[in-house]
């Protein structure tokens, strides 16, 4: 019923943050997202909806939260090719004090009628792959 996934990344977390806080941009370091584009309610703001294209076809995910605070957002899955059901993530950036890194976690709560089959999937094919890509990117 939940995924997690986290890294240091060798940048500020003021710096990644103003990276990932743009909820369009997916398609620039999430592999497999071959297209992303912010169909409905702007840019990153809450209630903004993206449409990405990926394996399996057409994901639609709304944005609930965006905090420049406490850097860190949260997003729910509207239509997916993946079998989950109530799927609500979020992600977030910290600073690592001691070195001026940023810590970036990603997690998810959601059902599926294979949950530890999808909990693998989602750690395995999604978010290591992801945070992997921004640790390279900075």
Do not use: K
């Not at 995924?3 to 369009?24: C, H, K, M, P």
């Not at 001691?98 to 990603?106: L, N, Q």
């Not at 059902?111 to 792959?129: L, N, S, T, Y």
């Amino acid at each position: 019923m939940s995924a997690y996934a986290s890294t240091v990344i060798n940048a500020s977390a003021d710096e990644v943050w103003e990276y990932l806080r743009d909820f369009g941009n997916l398609a620039e370091w999430l592999p497999g997202i071959t297209g992303c584009e912010i169909e409905d309610g702007g840019d990153s703001r809450p209630g903004a909806v993206r449409r990405m294209e990926g394996p399996g076809g057409t994901f639609r995910e709304r944005l609930l939260t965006l905090d420049d605070t406490s850097r860190s957002a949260t997003y729910t899955i509207l239509e997916s090719p993946l079998p989950v059901r109530d799927y609500r993530a979020s992600y977030r950036v910290a600073p690592v004090t001691d070195s001026g890194r940023a810590f970036a976690e990603w997690s998810a709560v959601f059902g599926a009628d294979d949950v530890a089959q999808m909990e693998e999937f989602v750690v395995r094919q999604i978010f290591v792959p992801g945070l992997a890509a921004l640790h390279e990117r900075f």
